[in-house]
């Protein structure tokens, strides 16, 4: 705003007097006016960084992933107020919702990802905080970087959540063990899929259930008055005990381990305790025989295909000692065939029809069996449907290689090569194979408790032990004659 100052008058006193008065009354009015604009000047900064603000903020949005599929469910984690529900909570709309980092299923890869790194995250932060517990916020620097890292490339939708997180992310990530190991774990599982898992919200459980339903009997015809009643008939029912076994898996870490080192062996210790607990848990299901004499007479001596050691075979707390597994539920129930002579798809028949019904005709029949055997043998029926035959839309398990006679053949390394002529593995004989064949809805697992990772210090050697568990049963709720398992034994192995 320009300020007009008039000619000064000079020449009187009054004119000087005048002239001054004009020059203050100016020089306030333009100090007025600096005032004014120094507001107008501050409130434009300030709406100037709130526009810069929100560019930078809708230009990482718009570099965001769009949300397509299962990431489109990323949004339920976000709270009304914006701010991401990591860990489950009770809710104003539902008695319990879980949050972004413990809720069982994964909403795409970057979602997957994410909860892998915070379960890096919180085992490196327990190790590393354990030694200086006063070091315990800043224990996993590097980790809480590549966590930030992460979280600014979220998918569009929850990418804006994450706003407001400061740079490391620390304050809303929560030091606990994360289900991630557990769910690796489950979709390891190869020959355990097969079977539907009970939940069992105890460690023993009767199981009730129906045996024989009811009987329709003929109609008599009315001859006269008061007719005779319709014949009656009653349910059958009977139950199962069922008591669930612990698996536990330890490994050790040196105390002096740095973040780096922990890093970089994060991947394999993972894949260790997972691969451990699926093996046995898969082992344990062919092979298992919780008699007080394992039917296996070389158990001692048995590292099926190298998997084992040598340490602890055939010990009390060997794995294969948790249940009765396949292979000896068979013999249990005198279900086996001497099948060398018939190795043919005339003999898997044979097999196929010594089992109780309904014989697989509801899809329910499963082929369990060796590499070497599928090789020497079964890829030689004419009748043998191969996976690229199957089609797109064919239902495929887990693990499933062909199809025999509408039989999905599923290859397990826990079906060994080195049974004797009888199908036991006796350490002296060992050169034969088998081939089970399970009604799969005959038989269960039987959940207690999922694979949990707890970590803990032993101040007397230095180092820390990592220990991974699962608590869990297979059984079959069919009466201890029911034939629905069946094994072909003294089959081609070790040539």
């Known amino acids: 705003m320009e300020i007009e100052i008039p000619v000064p008058d000079l020449t009187t006193p009054e004119g000087v007097k005048k002239s001054m008065s004009d020059i203050f009354a100016a020089a306030r009015a333009l100090g007025a006016d600096n005032a004014a604009l120094k507001t107008q000047m501050g409130a434009l900064k300030a709406d100037l960084a709130t526009a810069t603000q929100a560019l930078t903020e809708q230009q990482r949005i718009a570099a965001a992933p769009v949300m397509t599929g299962p990431e489109s469910e990323l949004r339920q984690f976000v709270r009304a107020d914006g701010r991401i529900r990591a860990v489950g909570e009770a809710t104003a709309e539902d008695s319990w919702m879980p949050g972004l980092l413990d809720t069982g299923a994964d909403y795409g890869p970057w979602h997957a990802d994410l909860k892998r790194m915070v379960e890096e995250r919180n085992i490196i932060r327990a190790i590393r905080s354990a030694k200086d517990p006063s070091k315990a916020r800043h224990a996993a620097p590097k980790t809480d970087r590549k966590i930030a890292a992460h979280l600014l490339r979220a998918p569009l939708g929850i990418a804006k959540a994450f706003g407001d997180i400061?740079?490391?992310?620390?304050?809303?990530?929560?030091?606990?063990?994360?289900?991630?190991?557990?769910?690796?774990?489950?979709?390891?599982?190869?020959?355990?899929?097969?079977?539907?898992?009970?939940?069992?919200?105890?460690?023993?459980?009767?199981?009730?259930?129906?045996?024989?339903?009811?009987?329709?009997?003929?109609?008599?015809?009315?001859?006269?008055?008061?007719?005779?009643?319709?014949?009656?008939?009653?349910?059958?029912?009977?139950?199962?005990?069922?008591?669930?076994?612990?698996?536990?898996?330890?490994?050790?870490?040196?105390?002096?381990?740095?973040?780096?080192?922990?890093?970089?062996?994060?991947?394999?210790?993972?894949?260790?305790?997972?691969?451990?607990?699926?093996?046995?848990?898969?082992?344990?299901i062919i092979n298992g025989d919780s008699t007080a004499t394992h039917a296996d007479t070389g158990i001692a001596n048995w590292d099926i295909r190298g998997r084992w050691g040598t340490t602890g075979l055939g010990t009390a707390a060997d794995h294969r000692r948790a249940w009765i597994g396949l292979r000896h539920r068979a013999t249990d129930v005198t279900c086996t065939t001497d099948a060398g002579s018939t190795q043919t798809f005339a003999g898997f028949q044979?097999?196929?029809?010594?089992?109780?019904?309904?014989?697989?005709?509801?899809?329910?029949?499963?082929?369990?069996?060796?590499?070497?055997?599928?090789?020497?043998?079964?890829?030689?029926?004419?009748?043998?449907?191969?996976?690229?035959?199957?089609?797109?839309?064919?239902?495929?398990?887990?693990?499933?290689?062909?199809?025999?006679?509408?039989?999905?053949?599923?290859?397990?390394?826990?079906?060994?090569?080195?049974?004797?002529?009888?199908?036991?593995?006796?350490?002296?004989?060992?050169?034969?194979?088998?081939?089970?064949?399970a009604n799969r809805k005959r038989f269960k697992i039987g959940m207690r408790r999922g694979s949990a990772v707890e970590i803990d210090k032993d101040i007397t050697r230095g180092i820390f032990n990592l220990v991974s568990t699962s608590r869990e049963i297979f059984f079959t709720f069919d009466s201890s004659t029911k034939k629905n398992v069946h094994v072909d034994y003294n089959l081609f192995g070790v040539s």
């Open 166 to 284: 400061s740079t490391q992310g620390a304050e809303w990530i929560p030091d606990v063990m994360m289900p991630v190991v557990e769910k690796e774990f489950m979709e390891e599982r190869k020959v355990a899929s097969l079977f539907a898992t009970m939940p069992m919200s105890a460690k023993n459980m009767l199981l009730p259930f129906l045996s024989s339903g009811l009987r329709p009997y003929l109609k008599g015809a009315v001859a006269g008055d008061d007719p005779a009643q319709y014949a009656s008939s009653s349910l059958t029912t009977a139950q199962r005990s069922i008591d669930s076994i612990g698996f536990a898996t330890r490994a050790q870490m040196d105390e002096e381990a740095s973040e780096d080192s922990l890093i970089d062996g994060m991947g394999l210790l993972r894949e260790e305790l997972i691969s451990a607990l699926v093996d046995a848990e898969e082992d344990a």
């Open 350 to 437: 044979l097999g196929r029809a010594a089992m109780d019904a309904p014989h697989g005709r509801t899809g329910d029949l499963v082929a369990i069996t060796s590499l070497e055997y599928m090789l020497a043998k079964i890829s030689q029926f004419a009748e043998v449907v191969t996976l690229d035959k199957f089609g797109p839309q064919a239902s495929i398990f887990t693990g499933q290689i062909a199809s025999i006679g509408g039989v999905p053949v599923i290859l397990s390394d826990f079906v060994d090569k080195q049974y004797n002529a009888s199908g036991i593995f006796d350490n002296t004989t060992k050169t034969k194979s088998v081939l089970i064949l």
